[in-house]
């Protein structure tokens, strides 16, 4: 590349570590209205429903099948108490064996 | 009560470093395609570890776009994670704020998710910095590996991996839905609007998840909220009765 390009790292570097530090740093010790920190605890539950969904279905974005596949197959296991590794390594499982078959 | 620490951290960090492994490689193998180097595509792993920013650098340089505009760029994709902090922030231990900002570094949609879903109670620093070294650890080696040697798995088993960062995220929701219905709304209303978002391409991904996550947690909030004063006024006139 050249020199600007590690110009572009540093910046890329700090914009990324800003909004993870900041509220980190400076909300410690503070006691935030009930209202607000409500509405923080319902931040990773939601986030996860934002994460997961529709982007899942594109995991392989030309193949809708592999997705659905996918999402079927983690909720049932993570439903039946498979765990978060018993979950990932599962679907790995059922959707290597999928791809065999249809690849 | 005291909850899990280190050891416990390094466990979930590795469902993370499993995800991470063919998301690192292939950002490896593309960084090599674009023309960088090794030490500048290490450099980037190590000093950004943001995932989707990453990626998306990589098109923009291929573009030519102006370094400027990656910049701004990467701190629009990447401002979610003020929000995960934030809400990050009531779930930690209180510690030294030196110790904070270093785990801060690690903070991303993966790291944030396990972390905050670690059950009730604070959590411990030890606990986070187990999950983010394993999972910091495993990004920065396969993007090196990945341009290195290349993507070189199998490619049915390279596509089943793709899975392993979604099924995590469902495997760390599945569990909390069930018999909690404030859980379930939250995470369907989010997801709901991420679609809606999605489809009519209404916002960018890093926008969309960011809006669609404000927008649930608020309005079940304030849902909850009203619920409560209801039934509380219930109560108070049986009471007056």
């Known amino acids: ?103 | 009560m005291q909850k899990e620490g280190l050891a416990a951290g390094l466990k979930a960090g590795l469902t993370i470093a499993i995800g991470y492994f063919p998301v690192a490689l292939t950002f490896g193998l593309l960084a090599k395609t674009t023309g960088l180097t090794l030490a500048e595509t290490l450099a980037m792993s190590i000093f950004v570890f943001a995932g989707a920013a990453q990626y998306i650098s990589l098109s923009l340089i291929t573009a030519k776009v102006d370094p400027v505009l990656i910049v701004l760029n990467t701190f629009i994709v990447n401002i979610r994670h003020f929000l995960m902090t934030a809400s990050l922030n009531e779930k930690m231990q209180p510690d030294a704020r030196w110790k904070k900002a270093v785990y801060a570094f690690g903070i991303t949609d993966e790291t944030f998710s396990v972390i905050s879903t670690s059950g009730a109670g604070r959590v411990r620093t030890s606990y986070a910095a187990g999950v983010i070294v394993l999972s910091y650890a495993s990004w920065v080696l396969f993007s090196g590996i990945g341009h290195v040697i290349g993507a070189n798995l199998p490619l049915f088993l390279q596509a089943a991996m793709s899975i392993a960062l979604y099924a995590m995220f469902v495997a760390l929701l599945v569990p909390s839905l069930k018999g909690n219905r404030k859980i379930v709304l939250l995470a369907l209303t989010a997801a709901a609007l991420n679609g809606f978002f999605f489809w009519t391409e209404l916002l960018s991904t890093g926008w969309a998840i960011m809006v669609s996550t404000v927008v649930s947690a608020v309005a079940v909030e304030v849902l909850y909220a009203r619920r409560g004063n209801v039934l509380r006024r219930a109560v108070e006139r049986k009471e007056g009765a």
Not at chain 1, 3 to 10: E, F, K
Not at chain 1, 50 to 70: K, N
Not at chain 1, 79 to 94: E, H
Not at chain 1, 98 to 103: D, V
């Open chain 1, 1 to 103: 590349m050249g020199s600007w390009y590690w110009w572009m790292l540093l910046g890329m570097a700090v914009v990324t570590y800003l909004p993870r530090a900041i509220p980190l740093t400076f909300l410690e010790g503070r006691e935030l209205p009930p209202a607000i920190s409500g509405v923080l605890r319902n931040i990773p539950f939601a986030v996860l429903g934002a994460l997961i969904f529709p982007a899942i279905l594109y995991a392989q974005p030309e193949d809708l099948l592999f997705g659905v596949i996918g999402f079927a197959s983690a909720a049932l296991i993570a439903w039946l108490g498979g765990g978060v590794m018993g979950t990932v390594l599962g679907t790995i499982v059922i959707l290597a064996v999928y791809s065999l078959l249809a690849g």
